[in-house]
């Protein structure tokens, strides 16, 4: 499935993947007469989603202007996604989400905001912070909500702004570390080898999510005439690896 936020009203799309690839090598004419889509519900005004699998558990979490959804798979005979809870009339407008299961037990939607990130309880429905930079007095910049592994799904590395800090699910600080990007990143993003890639508009940083510690850089050179050469630097090198 590919999923995808579309039109005016921002209605979460999923397409079925057979659908798409037909689109392109037109090699099937049954897949090609049917709805190669679905919306979620009628929920509109989406502003960010992720889908999270739990054993054999498939989930998903919608961050909308004023609320924060969440969707649980059904298998055949419905085959979509049903609603599952709903928690309205947030404080602070979520703008990313992203849903843990703390123990493999308990479930928790975590949400960034302009102030900050914040916790709620999907059994009880409470919300609570769980980290508010204090020390900046403007809204922030939320990039990411990275669940760290092999930590029951309750220590997290919430990134924003330039910086990055380790909390847990309860709102306690569990590094006395500051992740400090080279550069404000535009986005920031885990990649599955206990690493983080921050991208920046001179370079693209590589991390540890354990440590925060800078492993490698992306960065391009120019060349007379208009040609570029990728480089990757990696910290105890000499040598660069060059594109």
Not at 75 to 101: Q, R
Not at 134 to 143: E, F, L, M, Y
Not at 160 to 169: A, I, L, P, S
Request: glycine share 8%; proline share 3%; with cysteine.
């Amino acid at each position: 499935m590919s999923w995808s936020p579309l039109g005016k009203k921002n209605k979460l799309r999923v397409y079925y993947l057979s659908w798409l690839r037909n689109k392109i090598l037109h090699n099937d004419p049954e897949v090609e007469k049917k709805q190669g889509w679905t919306t979620v519900g009628d929920l509109e005004g989406c502003v960010h989603y992720n889908v999270v699998k739990y054993e054999r558990i498939k989930f998903l979490v919608l961050a909308l202007k004023n609320s924060v959804e969440v969707y649980a798979w059904a298998p055949k005979p419905y085959h979509k996604f049903m609603a599952f809870k709903s928690f309205g009339d947030l404080v602070h407008k979520p703008l990313l989400v992203d849903l843990t299961v703390e123990e493999g037990q308990r479930l928790k939607v975590i949400y960034g905001s302009s102030l900050g990130f914040h916790a709620v309880d999907v059994d009880s429905g409470a919300v609570y912070d769980i980290y508010l930079p204090s020390h900046i007095q403007t809204h922030i910049q939320s990039h990411a909500i990275i669940i760290l592994p092999n930590a029951d799904g309750v220590e997290l590395l919430v990134c924003y702004e330039d910086e990055g800090v380790y909390v847990n699910t309860y709102g306690r600080i569990t590094k006395d570390v500051v992740l400090q990007w080279g550069e404000m990143p535009t986005s920031v993003a885990y990649i599955r080898s206990n690493q983080i890639m921050g991208w920046g508009e001179k370079a693209i940083e590589i991390r540890s999510v354990e440590t925060g510690h800078l492993d490698g850089v992306f960065f391009a050179s120019v060349r007379s005439g208009g040609s570029s050469q990728v480089y990757f630097m990696t910290l105890g090198r000499s040598n660069l690896l060059s594109w």
